[in-house]
Nanobody
Framework: VQLVESGGGLVQPGGSLRLSCAAS????????MTWHRQAPGKERELVALIGIGGSKIIYPEAVKGRFTISRDDAKNTVYLQMNSLKPEDTAVYYC??????????WGQGTQVTVSS
């Protein structure tokens, strides 16, 4: 199983980025997908969750209204649209595939830097 994130980079405050996470060798449609981030010296935190078939979507308050998670099961891909980015959004962003009773799978991460 492989999860590969892409789309990170350097963006100015107020800008936007769209992250993608492509899964392979995984029955993608049967997994709950999440995005997490980890800033230097901080614990990894959840930033978005999308349930099977998009049935449930959850965001923490820190990103609500600015981030949008979506999935395309035909492409085995989950996306994270990030708007109105702030310097405090700077972190390595990871996607995760989760299914009850199975160890979760993690991607390798993609760096997002918000700076002028």
């Amino acid at each position: 199983v492989q999860l590969v994130e892409s789309g990170g980079g350097l963006v100015q405050p107020g800008g936007s980025l769209r992250l993608s996470c492509a899964a392979s060798e995984l029955r993608f449609s049967m997994y709950l997908m999440t995005w997490h981030r980890q800033a230097p010296g901080k614990e990894r935190e959840l930033v978005a969750l999308i349930g099977i078939g998009g049935s449930k979507i959850i965001y923490p308050e820190a990103v609500k209204g600015r981030f949008t998670i979506s999935r395309d099961d035909a492409k085995n891909t989950v996306y994270l649209q990030m708007n109105s980015l702030k310097p405090e959004d700077t972190a390595v962003y990871y996607c995760r595939a989760f299914r009850t009773g199975i160890n979760p799978y993690w991607g390798q991460g993609t760096q997002v830097t918000v700076s002028s």
